[in-house]
Every structure is written in structure tokens, then in C-alpha cells.
């Protein structure tokens, strides 16, 4: 069954600290992994992608990696932000899923001053 | 604004109830999707349509739920009879479809409450 998970569920950290998110999939074959940021009462916003052949990628203060042959991926915050609480939610598209797309459950992370 | 709009951004009804909800994607993309997002819990996959056409439909959607974009542009959701269990955020998302490794846009989600 194609499922991913994230770890932890939720997070509180203190503003200007690092933090980094996991997300463990056991989608296949594998097409690429997303990380979205949703906002409360949002809609989810793409962050990073990674196909299969890419280990890391980075959007400002984010940075994505990805070990296919594990199946897992991390989202590192750095110097986090009060803007960035929110939840950040994995999701994996497999070749052949007619939807293309598994989510994982998220991470909400609050950053606090 | 280009993005991704979904209309009514808030929706409160009564048990039995049918409720529509209708989401414009970006201009120009073919593929539309449906998901459901309850409270701590990543989006739920509903359906998707490329271009009018309904390819795939969860089993989450049962008989009281329909989808239609009768001219592959906007698209309506309707859950007819509507249950408490039906409250969420429903989410719609559209992309161009030429590439699996193409950004999926979402819209702000309509939030559904069942009283």
C-alpha cells in the first residue's frame, strides 16, 4: 500500500533556532517527493521537489533531502521565523497512481518568540 | 489574481443538507483535483479530472458526492444529504498535466461545517 509518513507530529521550537522534519514513504515506483507549507486555513504551497536522481534541494532557508534507496526525506529549517509555523506536509507521486500524489499526515511546527 | 480560487471559502449548514461548492483552477490547466483535509491530517485524495473528463474517484466519495467541470474549466462539488462526518476543508488543486514533476497549485479550501 502506498503511504507516507511524517515524524514528529507536531513541533514547538524558539524563533532563530534550526529544525529539521522527516518523512519515511513506501510509494512505488517512485516519481518524485514534494514538501508543501500550509498555513492555517490555507491552501498548501509548494516548498521544494526532488525526482529520484536528486539528493538535496534548497529554497532559501529550506532545504530538502532525499535518500531513495531508504525511502526518506528531511525538510531543514534554518534560522526559523515566527512565519514559519504552520504544517508542513510530505507527499510522495508515484509512476503508475492515477492520482499521482500521496500525502502524509504533516508536521505542525510553531515557532515561538 | 491567477491562482487557484475556490468559492464559498466557508460553508455552514444543517444535517441533510446539499451543499455546491465550485473551484476555478489556473487558466490553461488541465487537471483538476478534489481532496478533503480534516483537522491535523494531510489532504485526502477525492477525484481528478483531465480537461471535463472524471478520471479517478476515491472511495472516500461515496453516492451523496459528486464532482462535475462539464467544460473542462471550473469545477463544482456537491455532497447531497450532508452528514456531521462530511465536515472538513475541501481543497482544489489544478496543474497543466505535461509533467509528473510540475508543481500542483491549491486553492484556499472550503470549509465545510455540519451542524
Known amino acids: 500500500k502506498n503511504q507516507v509518513e511524517q515524524s514528529p507530529q507536531s513541533l514547538i521550537i524558539l524563533e532563530g533556532k534550526n529544525c529539521t522534519l522527516q518523512c519515511n514513504y513506501t510509494v512505488s515506483p517512485f516519481s518524485n517527493l514534494r514538501w508543501y507549507k500550509q498555513d492555517t486555513g490555507r491552501g498548501p504551497v509548494s516548498l521544494t521537489i526532488m525526482t529520484f536522481s536528486e539528493n538535496t534541494k534548497s529554497n532559501g532557508r529550506y532545504t530538502a533531502t532525499l535518500d531513495a534507496d531508504t525511502k526518506q526525506s528531511s525538510l531543514h529549517i534554518t534560522a526559523s521565523q515566527l512565519s514559519d509555523s504552520a504544517s508542513y506536509i510530505c507527499v510522495v507521486s508515484a509512476l503508475d497512481y492515477g492520482q499521482n500524489f500521496v500525502f502524509g499526515p504533516g508536521t505542525r511546527l510553531s515557532v515561538l518568540p | 489574481d491567477t491562482g487557484v480560487s475556490q468559492d464559498p471559502r466557508h460553508k455552514i449548514t444543517k444535517r441533510g443538507q446539499n451543499v455546491t461548492f465550485r473551484c476555478d483552477p489556473i487558466s490553461e490547466h488541465n487537471r483538476l483535483y478534489w481532496y478533503r483535509q480534516t483537522l491535523g491530517q494531510g489532504p485526502e485524495f477525492l477525484t481528478y479530472?483531465?480537461?471535463?473528463?472524471?478520471?479517478?474517484k476515491s472511495r472516500l466519495l461515496s453516492d451523496r458526492f459528486s464532482a462535475e467541470r462539464p467544460k473542462g474549466s471550473f469545477s463544482t462539488l456537491e455532497i447531497q444529504r450532508t452528514e456531521q462526518g462530511d465536515s472538513a476543508m475541501y481543497l482544489c488543486?489544478?496543474?497543466?498535466?505535461?509533467?509528473?514533476?510540475?508543481?500542483?497549485?491549491f486553492g484556499p479550501g472550503t470549509r465545510l461545517l455540519v451542524l
Open positions: 488543486a489544478s496543474r497543466t498535466g505535461q509533467s509528473n514533476q510540475e508543481t500542483q497549485y
Open positions: 479530472f483531465q480537461n471535463e473528463a472524471q478520471l479517478e
